[in-house]
């Protein structure tokens, strides 16, 4: 299990300011709003006002969002519904989310939490107007705890990502491959596009990613083999190499290339406890 060392000194590190944070915003995937919430924290949390941004939403399927929508309503649960390519982010923390933040002081103080890949950085990019933590595509790239002024009387704090200690079952790993937030070893990249194809193909039809694809295929080996060969991920001697489709497939597709996918609703259970 991908499990790095510096999230482990992550959590330790939340525990440690925790009380001096006034709300703790959690960033979610829009497409998995269950799987990447931080259960592991629910009782660090807990204390504190809560806040959840549903990130993603331009790349999640907008009808399952809406069913999201009306089932965070009826539980009374503070959402806010983004994407971080399009939206002002910082006038909706200015206007919306810190009036909602009490607290005893002049000044507020956020924790932004979440799992890797899911927009953390990226946001507190957007609030400060400048690259203050770093932000790449590959998940977990924050290392430490980072204090953000964002205005006079609001400062954030930025957290690596935040993954579960206890084994994932097979649909959490699955879902959590399918939005980019664990990452595959080279060896299991094969079994990982397996997974993730059957995924998609029960919930959406194994037409629409033929569709999204421009290629025709019976099961997901043939569509690796087809996808290496229509974009150039060949072999030196020209074969097909299935291990490079793959990791494409998995990249290209948490990234929102191949359509407007969410993998979960409101109220299903996977085969083990979170």
Do not use: C
Not at 216 to 226: G, I, P, T, V, Y
């Amino acid at each position: 299990m991908w499990y790095p060392g510096h999230i482990e000194k992550a959590k330790r590190n939340i525990r440690k300011v925790i009380k001096y944070v006034d709300a703790v915003v959690e960033v979610l995937d829009a497409r998995i709003p269950a799987t990447s919430r931080a259960y592991e924290y629910s009782d660090v949390f807990s204390s504190k006002q809560e806040v959840f941004l549903l990130n993603k939403t331009d790349i999640a399927d907008p009808k399952v969002t809406r069913v999201w929508k009306d089932h965070f309503k009826s539980t009374g649960e503070k959402v806010f519904y983004i994407s971080l390519k399009e939206q002002s982010i910082k006038s909706l923390l200015n206007r919306e989310i810190a009036p909602s933040i009490r607290s005893r002081l002049r000044e507020k103080r956020i924790l932004i939490a979440g799992m890797p890949n899911v927009g953390k950085s990226t946001l507190v990019n957007r609030l400060k107007g400048r690259k203050t933590a770093r932000v790449r595509s590959e998940p977990g790239t924050t290392t430490g705890p980072q204090w953000v002024q964002i205005s006079d009387t609001l400062f954030v704090m930025d957290t690596p990502g935040i993954l579960y200690r206890n084994l994932f079952s097979e649909s959490i790993r699955t879902k959590l491959m399918a939005v980019g937030s664990v990452v595959p070893s080279p060896e299991g990249l094969l079994e990982a596009s397996k997974k993730v194809y059957d995924l998609i193909a029960s919930r959406y039809g194994k037409r629409t990613l033929e569709d999204s694809l421009r290629l025709s295929f019976e099961d997901a080996l043939e569509m690796l083999r087809k996808v290496s060969k229509s974009r150039g991920l060949l072999r030196s001697g020209g074969e097909e190499d299935t291990i490079k489709a793959a990791n494409f497939f998995l990249k290209e597709l948490a990234m929102g290339r191949f359509g407007r996918f969410s993998y979960e609703l409101p109220g299903e259970d996977d085969e083990e406890d979170k």
